[in-house]
């Protein structure tokens, strides 16, 4: 690292070849690098790389050496590079030749993906061993988890990467379930904001209060939906990252109580009002609206139902409408024509600046009003302001300092109302050695490279 972190120069293994035989150059890295960052890409992995405004420049230096430069300092650049797939310049095969442990050998969408060893992976063990141990990985596309874990439990899986609850309590009594505590992921729901979405002039009034979202916030029971929707094996969800990502996580924040009472006299000083049974704003409109969740999860169905009652309580009607999940994608990022979301956000890296792609305003990602050509609020534009602070200084203090206040305003404002933070629930069959569950996916077969058959090694021993 030079200049302040606005320079990484990379020193490559010489003598390294993709798993097709191609040699793995510099060059690759930089064509890498260059395509990453592409408009064309839209990558949101990229975003983590953008601390500011400007070109990255590209430097190669022979076959083994290279350097890139930022046009500002990036935090923790050598660490984002772990999300980083190098791809070749030259091989035929494209994206297909890797420098990791395993090829993708086949793939039946829907079905399975089989992995089959690269005999060119350049890792060894403590004995001079080749690895990968395994000569294959099939990971299977399972849409139903009932068969899942009757097919685990006869012993023709080996890994379950995330269990549902009462599958966890199954078989917990056979000591073939893990509970990694608390995981990095979180179930939240947010309004739709965008201006272009057909939706009601006044529902876009309602979605854009804050009082509103706050109030709303405040009428669910989070600790029922842990309770009942996961038996207790989750935990009410605080903001952007759990208790589990101990330095980020913002202490000083509690998850939101459970107050009817009080979101009743937040949206009663907006005008809001009963009439019957019922809640109207202050133009006698009705407050309803409907939330999509993606088919077939069961808990987001049951925590949809559970919420439906919990709104019922202070008059407002919920009503949910589960779609497949291209649907759903469709509504949530191209037309627009949702008016809530329940979903979930899978957080693959604890650092924050894996999630610039969520609090970026101009983002494609940005859930609740995307692609803003400007921030649309006071409080976005400082979000904006401070995730970019934090991406551009390498003291850990002030990028923590950062990153709380933006934890702070996202409670403040509830652009997006946590839920719950649900706990790492996995299963390992016996006959699988080296397997060390983890809170970061993919949470049992991280260490791919590792893992091996039990009886196949005791025999090759013999």
């Given amino acids: 690292m030079r200049d302040g972190g606005r320079t990484i120069r990379f020193q490559l293994r010489e003598g390294l070849k993709f798993s097709d035989g191609t040699p793995f150059t510099a060059e690759d890295v930089a064509f890498t690098f260059r395509s990453l960052l592409s408009p064309e890409i839209n990558s949101p992995t990229a975003d983590a790389f953008r601390s500011s405004e400007?070109?990255?420049?590209?430097?190669?230096?022979?076959?083994?050496?290279?350097?890139?430069?930022?046009?500002?300092?990036?935090?923790?650049?050598?660490?984002?590079?772990?999300?980083?797939?190098?791809?070749?310049?030259?091989?035929?095969?494209?994206?297909?030749?890797?420098?990791?442990?395993?090829?993708?050998?086949?793939?039946?969408?829907?079905?399975?993906?089989?992995?089959?060893?690269?005999?060119?992976?350049?890792?060894?063990?403590?004995?001079?061993?080749?690895?990968?141990?395994?000569?294959?990985?099939?990971?299977?596309?399972?849409?139903?988890?009932?068969?899942?874990?009757?097919?685990?439990?006869?012993g023709q899986l080996h890994l379950i990467t995330s269990l549902e609850p009462e599958h966890f309590e199954q078989l917990a009594k056979s000591s073939a379930a893990t509970d990694a505590g608390p995981s990095l992921e979180a179930?939240?729901?947010?309004?739709?904001?965008?201006?272009?979405?057909?939706?009601?002039?006044?529902?876009?009034?309602?979605?854009?209060?804050?009082?509103?979202?706050?109030?709303?916030?405040?009428?669910?029971?989070?600790?029922?939906?842990?309770?009942?929707?996961?038996?207790?094996?989750?935990?009410?969800?605080?903001?952007?990252?759990?208790?589990?990502?101990?330095?980020?996580?913002?202490?000083?924040?509690?998850?939101?109580?459970?107050?009817?009472?009080?979101?009743?006299?937040?949206?009663?000083?907006?005008?809001?009002?009963?009439?019957?049974?019922?809640?109207?704003?202050?133009?006698?409109?009705?407050?309803?609206?409907?939330?999509?969740?993606?088919?077939?999860?069961?808990?987001?169905?049951?925590?949809?139902?559970?919420?439906?009652q919990d709104l019922r309580g202070i008059g407002v009607?919920?009503?949910?409408?589960?779609?497949?999940?291209?649907?759903?994608?469709?509504?949530?990022?191209r037309t627009f024509q949702y008016e809530a979301c329940l979903l979930g956000l899978i957080n693959v890296d604890l650092d924050p600046n894996g999630q610039m792609n969520v609090w970026l305003s101009s983002s494609p990602q940005h859930p609740w009003n995307p692609e803003q050509t400007a921030p649309g609020t006071p409080w976005e534009r400082e979000i904006d302001k401070l995730m970019r602070a934090q991406a551009s200084t390498l003291d850990p203090k002030k990028r923590k300092a950062s990153f709380d206040r933006v934890q702070e305003i996202v409670y403040d404002q509830a652009p997006i109302l946590y839920l719950v933070n649900k706990d790492t629930l996995v299963a390992v069959s016996p006959a699988l050695g080296n397997v060390k569950p983890s809170v970061l996916r993919p949470e049992v077969f991280w260490n791919a490279e590792w893992l091996y058959l039990v009886d196949q090694t005791a025999r090759n021993r013999q």
């Fill in 54 to 154: 400007g070109a990255v420049q590209t430097a190669v230096q022979g076959t083994a050496r290279l350097t890139l430069t930022f046009p500002a300092p990036v935090a923790g650049l050598e660490r984002l590079f772990d999300q980083v797939a190098i791809v070749s310049a030259h091989s035929p095969l494209k994206e297909r030749a890797v420098l990791g442990p395993f090829t993708i050998a086949e793939h039946k969408p829907g079905s399975y993906i089989l992995l089959r060893r690269n005999p060119n992976y350049w890792k060894k063990d403590n004995a001079g061993h080749p690895l990968p141990y395994l000569d294959s990985i099939r990971l299977e596309i399972q849409q139903n988890r009932e068969m899942e874990l009757m097919r685990f439990q006869r």
């Fill in 187 to 308: 179930e939240f729901m947010w309004f739709n904001q965008v201006t272009r979405a057909p939706i009601p002039d006044y529902k876009k009034a309602w979605f854009r209060s804050r009082s509103f979202r706050r109030a709303l916030s405040e009428a669910i029971n989070r600790e029922d939906l842990c309770r009942v929707v996961y038996r207790g094996l989750a935990h009410p969800a605080v903001g952007p990252f759990s208790a589990a990502n101990r330095f980020w996580f913002n202490a000083g924040l509690k998850p939101q109580a459970y107050d009817p009472p009080a979101a009743l006299r937040r949206l009663a000083a907006e005008g809001f009002h009963r009439k019957g049974e019922w809640l109207v704003d202050r133009d006698g409109h009705p407050v309803e609206f409907s939330i999509v969740i993606n088919a077939g999860n069961r808990a987001r169905e049951r925590m949809a139902a559970l919420i439906q």
């Fill in 317 to 333: 009607q919920l009503n949910v409408v589960t779609l497949d999940f291209p649907s759903l994608l469709e509504r949530i990022s």
